[in-house]
């Protein structure tokens, strides 16, 4: 089976719900890939999402996002908005519209919608 190079999937889910989100697309096992985070925020977040012996598909990213969003927040409330900046939202303003990897560079990139 060939291996697609890049995938999107366009949802519109509120953030705070992705924490219970369940569609399929899929992370390459044994795999790591760069997940970046910039909206609504002065300095990006990175995080790294290791994918283990199974891979990971779409609803355990989703997950993912909604508990690295949460942790963002917190953390930006925690510094007084020194550590990301995140300006004009709340996190419940904030939809996730879409997710876009690309498995060659190994990076996801996230389409937010407020």
Known sequence: MKTKIRETLHVYIPVRRLISCKKDIFLLPNKEYKLIIDYPLSKKAVFSIKTGKFGIGSNELMGRIGTFYEWIYQEDARTDGEKFG??????SDLELGSIEINHKTKKIRLGIDS
């Open 86 to 91: 995140i300006w004009g939202h709340e996190l």
